[in-house]
């Protein structure tokens, strides 16, 4: 697998030290804008975002619940030219809870606006968008979630939880992979 790596983007020391002022941040916002009856439920975007909010949370002191989401991809080329359906099952009874989001890395802003979309329908008290990455494309608009980790350059990145082809998904840091791995 190391052999395959072509340049760390960022080290596994930099990512704990940016998750935990992300984490930090969060834990700050909804001590101020919930209270101690509210309930709190963090939906994570499976495979990838699975080792981000597992360090995540553990910078949340509230008592609060994990909902997982699935989303399929349909295949295409680029990221841009997939197509998105969520799978399985949706979490339910969302209502009058304060709900965020929290996936690996906004590209296209597809999956957060179907997933913002369907979790709005369910009218929860508040809803929040958290990513690790945001992939900065030129000549696009920058899109916007509540947080965001490390603001990347428009490249195939994997580890730390985001994979390729299933795999790579338990590299320490954040990778581009050589050509030939791809
Ligand atoms: P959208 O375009 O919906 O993309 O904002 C979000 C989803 O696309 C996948 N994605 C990547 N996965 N390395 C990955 O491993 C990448 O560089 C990358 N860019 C987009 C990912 O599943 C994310 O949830």
Do not use: W
């Not at 072509?6 to 001590?31: F, M, N, W």
């Not at 929040?128 to 428009?154: Q, S």
């Amino acid at each position: 697998m190391q052999h395959d790596i072509e340049r760390v983007l960022y080290h596994r020391d930099e990512i704990a030290e940016r998750v935990r002022s992300v984490g930090e941040r969060i834990a700050k916002d909804l001590e101020a804008s919930s209270s101690l009856s509210d309930e709190i439920i963090l939906v994570p975007i499976l495979t990838g975002a699975i080792v981000f909010l597992a360090d995540l949370i553990r910078y949340l002191p509230h008592k609060l619940r994990i909902g997982v989401l699935s989303v399929r991809s349909y295949d295409g080329r680029t990221t841009e030219s997939k197509d998105i359906a969520l799978r399985g099952d949706i979490p339910q009874n969302l209502q009058g809870k304060h709900v965020i989001v929290v996936d690996d890395i906004l590209d296209t802003g597809k999956t957060l606006n179907l997933v913002s979309t369907i979790i709005r329908e369910q009218n929860p008290a508040s809803l929040r968008t958290c990513v690790l990455m945001r992939k900065i494309v030129e000549d696009r608009p920058l899109l916007a979630a509540d947080y965001i980790g490390f603001d990347i350059p428009n490249e195939f990145v994997v580890g730390y939880g985001l994979d390729y082809d299933d795999y790579y998904r338990n590299l320490p840091d954040i990778v581009t992979l050589r050509p030939e791995a791809l």
